[in-house]
């Protein structure tokens, strides 16, 4: 059966560097195509880790040693990342599909996520972010609004909030390219964090989990199907422990239990399997997929991965 799949794409898809994340997309491209090609529509997200932080330790260096460069709102550093990597993601995409035949335009679509600016993440920021800074250059910072914390007795870093999604401002947009059958490559890094001030969308100082962002993508869009494509293949109780247990499906109830558990860490899996339980729960007959890159094909036939449902 043909479906409507978000495929949310993790860090190993992508690479940790510019000659890296070049070679990634070639082998991330295959496993995309491979659905396209069984017909399936597909709409691709990623996350940004290394890129954003990247591109955010330049204009940071930059900052330090030219006087008028400023450093960049985080809100503007994952608009760079959605560019750069929806360009080589886009450009390795169509050359993959021309190559098979398939005539099947590919879009990167800048995007915005809106998220609520009382969110309780926004009282908590924990997510630091690029370089580190002397007390001295930490202060100067504080007085120009960011919020810097030590860390660890190696210095002072920026922190942000991780808020959750609440809208995708460009949705209307998603769906008219999927219609037209496009594939559209968005929310990448989580999407844009941005805040609503009347008819003002305000750029915050925030980075969306992209786990999140996609589930809620693929609630707004009503995919059939969220892949999340990460570096195992499939989800673990007692990860890492002797008694390593391998899931191959999971229940809701079984996903709140192994939470409240702890199995899963933190930033890593549990924003995962948190996020497929949510898009699972949200309306019968909607599942979630949690598997590897390259095992994506057997996945959605059902020969691996660890599938979530009601
Ligand atoms: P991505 O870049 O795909 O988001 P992450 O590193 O954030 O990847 O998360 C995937 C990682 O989560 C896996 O590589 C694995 O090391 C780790 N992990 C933590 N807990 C579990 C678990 N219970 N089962 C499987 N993997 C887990
Ligand atoms: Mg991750």
Redesign the pocket.
């Known amino acids: 059966m043909k479906k409507k799949i978000v495929l949310a794409l993790?860090?190993?898809a992508l690479g940790n560097d510019l000659a890296g994340q070049m070679q990634a997309v070639k082998q991330t491209s295959q496993a995309i195509a491979d659905l396209i090609a069984q017909g399936h529509q597909v709409v691709v997200t990623h996350?940004n880790?290394p890129q954003v932080g990247m591109i955010n330790l330049a204009f940071e260096a930059a900052a330090k040693t030219q006087a008028h460069t400023p450093m960049l709102p985080m809100s503007v550093c994952v608009a760079l990342s959605q560019g750069y990597i929806g360009y080589d993601l886009q450009n390795a995409l169509r050359e993959e599909l021309v190559s098979r035949k398939l005539d099947i335009p590919v879009a990167t679509l800048i995007t915005q996520v809106e998220v609520d600016a009382n969110d309780d993440a926004f009282r908590h920021p924990s997510k630091p972010i690029g370089s580190f800074f002397s007390e001295q250059e930490a202060q100067q910072l504080t007085q120009q609004g960011y919020v810097m914390k030590e860390d660890a007795g190696r210095g002072y870093r920026r922190v942000v909030a991780s808020p959750a999604p609440v809208d995708i401002i460009e949705k209307q947009t998603v769906k008219t390219l999927m219609e037209a059958c496009h594939v559209v490559i968005t929310v990448g890094g989580g999407g844009i964090p941005v805040v609503r001030e009347g008819h003002h969308l305000h750029g915050a100082s925030a980075v969306i989990d992209?786990?999140w962002a996609s589930a809620k993508l693929a609630e707004m869009i009503d995919a059939d199907m969220l892949i999340?494509?990460?570096?195992?293949e499939?989800?673990?109780?007692n990860?890492g422990k002797p008694n390593q247990q391998w899931l191959d499906t999971l229940s809701l109830s079984d996903a709140e239990h192994f939470i409240a558990e702890g199995?899963?860490?933190a930033?890593?899996?549990l924003p995962?399997v948190q996020a497929a339980a949510a898009f699972a729960r949200s309306r019968p007959g909607r599942k979630a997929l949690i598997t590897m890159l390259d095992k994506a094909k057997e996945g959605i036939a059902g020969q691996t991965g660890t599938l979530i449902s009601q």
């Not at 999340?228 to 195992?232: D, E, K, M, R, W």
């Open positions: 993790g860090g190993n996350g880790g992209k786990d999340i494509l990460t570096a195992v499939k989800v673990a109780i990860f199995h899963f860490a930033g890593s899996m995962k």
